[in-house]
């Protein structure tokens, strides 16, 4: 039979204090338990940390050292130690012993009495005594209102180094904790107030250890991040189901046309509608198929470049099932599904999935970004941006003119980061030095850090990977100006197919201009597939740059999104039936997977 009581004492390179912080916990222990046992969790240590946790360990048969030759992360290190424990009660503390020892005996017996199944010390309530500095107080008070306002949990200190837990309670918990590092303490402790466990929390004497600083990187990104997917995780994710998005995603639309027809007769919208020329619209229909094909070439470059080599046919058949639940869904969150899909058939890895889509993404904005900057300064050069080249039919006076010259220069803002950004991305895939290690040392010197480097360097690496071979780049840029100048092709028949009549080279001009505008605005997560944004942006555009009536162009945009998610979605049902793969159980497995890859 096992000692009653573990006590872990997590340590990474802490061969400076680390004796210290055994022999003291030892004799803290053996004034209040007959028997108890001492776990060093060792994570990865570069230092002599290793060596001294073994040599305690050879000297007293009451010390483990539990190592791991890479780094886990604090979180981590003390589950993997946690399991390896043989006590009925499971505690943990900082080896820093920031927190007096003389609270180990409360903090122990809350839990060993059975009176409670998790216990933790609080430097913020009335009976704590804790010497901070003011930049931690006003860090710690913040970050807990947040976790008590956002995660609705009712304690006052969540980030105390120094807890108690009911062995059976603590392993039911830990299959739920998605976090390895700093914020596993917060996650833990609301997890346990979500399921009902009784939790005390003790006040402590707590005294800062060495080196505790406000660090951006990890109190700001690691720790809000963090907070921030629980939150989605525990308050929004359960109530997101599919039926709910569609049914928010609907109502949004509706609301959106009730607006709508406060200021225009969708009467006339629907009558422009039926008088379109079917012709030109069934042309728009097969030039937009053109693109989906090379939707599949592009992405079979970008995938090999990283690796992988798949069939044009397969890929163009995944993009299809990915598109179509992005219609289906706001924020883009379809696409999951496509790496879902490639783990399931092919085999191919959550973080190249993910990188391979966000290359894809990549080259999709700076493509969007270039042609909307490349219609701007042709619309400039042409006149048609100032007040005489707008149509005099618009309504509410000039209102909807100053919008779309808004729309327009935004346009070409966006262009401008864009090619910034181009630039940035192939002049460091050409240079042999590392710009992001060095930007995050200097902004922390956390070992969260590492994490953080390692996850953006890699993203960085897949996209330089592409730059860096001429040759793909060329092509995945060539299929991508491809792909949106068939999308442009498709709305400018639309246009005509509803008797606009303008110079071609114009039409061409502010489609361009609108498409690109129009799926800029669907990025926002407000509707499923970004109805309403998309038409509500393509119509302010050609309304205020086209001899076009606000019916007119309503009605064009209207057809123009409608046929393409029409395209889509029968690409996507095709795919179903081919690729033999529920749509449902894609977004479902998909989104949990894009949880994990994120974490």
Same mark, same amino acid.
């Given at each position: ?100 020892? =003389? ?145 928010? =995603? ?50 079979? *470059? ?46 191919? =890895? ?136 068939? *999308? ?29 505008? =129009? ?72 989104? *949990? ?7």
């Amino acid at each position: 039979m096992g000692p009653p009581v573990s006590v872990v004492l997590p340590a990474f390179d802490e061969a400076a204090t680390i004796e210290s912080a055994v022999r003291r916990t030892i004799e803290a222990c053996e004034s209040f338990l007959p028997a108890f046992e001492v776990l060093v969790a060792e994570d990865g240590c570069s230092d002599r940390t290793p060596e001294i946790a073994a040599r305690l360990a050879r000297d007293d048969h009451r010390v483990r050292h539990v190592h791991s030759d890479e780094r886990l992360g604090r979180g981590r290190a003390l589950c993997r130690a946690f399991r390896e424990a043989e006590g009925e009660v499971l505690v943990y503390f900082d080896t820093d012993l920031a927190t007096d020892l =003389g609270h180990l005996e409360p903090l122990v017996e809350s839990v060993r009495s059975g009176e409670y199944d998790v216990a933790t010390g609080s430097r913020l309530l009335p009976d704590s005594d804790a010497d901070r500095p003011l930049s931690r107080r006003v860090a710690s008070r913040v970050y807990n209102a947040l976790v008590r306002v956002g995660l609705r949990s009712e304690l006052r200190d969540h980030q105390c180094g120094f807890k108690a837990f009911d062995r059976e309670v603590l392993y039911s918990l830990l299959p739920e904790v998605e976090d390895g590092h700093w914020f596993w303490d917060t996650e833990v402790l609301v997890r346990a107030q979500r399921q009902g466990y009784r939790i005390r929390e003790l006040p402590v004497e707590w005294t800062p250890g060495e080196g505790t600083t406000v660090d951006p990187v990890r109190d700001v990104l690691g720790m809000g991040g963090a907070l921030g997917r629980t939150w989605w995780g525990l308050s929004v994710r359960p109530r997101l189901t599919t039926r709910v998005s569609l049914v928010a =995603g609907l109502l949004l639309v509706l609301l959106a046309l009730a607006v709508t027809a406060r200021y225009v007769d969708l009467g006339t919208v629907v009558s422009e509608v039926r008088a379109a020329d079917p012709v030109l619209v069934g042309l728009a229909v097969a030039v937009y198929l053109l693109s989906w094909p090379l939707r599949g070439l592009r992405y079979r *470059d970008v995938l090999a470049e990283l690796g992988h080599r798949e069939e044009v046919g397969f890929l163009t058949g995944v993009i299809f099932l990915s598109q179509t639940a992005n219609v289906a869904l706001p924020a883009r969150a379809g696409d999951a599904v496509r790496a879902y899909v490639l783990k399931v058939r092919r085999g191919v =890895g959550y973080p190249t999935g993910a990188a391979s889509l966000a290359v894809e993404r990549l080259f999709d904005t700076l493509t969007i970004a270039a042609l909307a900057t490349s219609a701007f300064l042709a619309l400039v050069a042409s006149g048609m941006t100032s007040s005489g080249g707008l149509s005099a039919d618009l309504p509410a006076g000039g209102a909807v003119a100053e919008s779309g010259r808004v729309g327009v220069i935004a346009a070409g803002g966006v262009g401008v980061l864009a090619v910034a950004l181009c630039v940035v991305v192939l002049a460091s895939a050409h240079s042999d030095r590392r710009f992001v290690r060095p930007a995050l040392a200097r902004a922390s010197e956390d070992t969260y850090t590492e994490g953080v480097t390692r996850a953006v360097e890699r993203f960085a690496g897949d996209v330089q990977a592409i730059a860096r071979t001429p040759r793909t780049s060329a092509r995945v840029g060539a299929a991508s100006a491809l792909i949106w100048a068939i *999308d442009v092709l498709a709305a400018a028949l639309v246009l005509r197919a509803f008797g606009v009549q303008a110079a071609p080279l114009a039409i061409l001009g502010v489609c361009t201009l609108a498409v690109c505008v =129009g799926n800029l605005a669907k990025v926002l997560p407000l509707s499923p597939g970004g109805i309403g944004l998309y038409e509500g942006a393509f119509t302010v555009l050609v309304v205020a740059l086209l001899p076009a009536s606000l019916p007119i162009a309503l009605g064009a945009a209207v057809v123009d999104h409608l046929l393409k998610n029409l395209v889509t979605v029968a690409g996507g049902t095709a795919s179903m039936l081919a690729l033999e793969v529920s749509l449902s159980t894609a977004i479902e497995e998909g989104g *949990d997977e894009r949880v994990g890859v994120e974490h």
